[in-house]
């Protein structure tokens, strides 16, 4: 695997598909790219140790589909 420097949105049949992954989703800048690209669904995969981690994750990942107006899908643990 290699490091990307972009952050891009995917075309898929369902719409246009964006990826943060856990930690990601804690800042909002980066979901704010994704919606300037046309964003329609947010994924964010995650795994935590914590009840306390999954609800900083799980809540951080509907703050984002609520900022940028797209559906989000964060409950993949």
Known sequence: LQGGEQIKVFDTDCGKIGVLICYDSEFP?????LADQG???LFVPFLTDTQNGYSRVRHCAQARSIENECWEIPDFQ
């Not at 800048?29 to 790219?33: D, G, N």
Request: aromatic share 0%; net charge negative; charged share 40%.
């Open 29 to 33: 800048e980066l979901s704010r790219l």
């Open 39 to 41: 964003m329609d669904i």
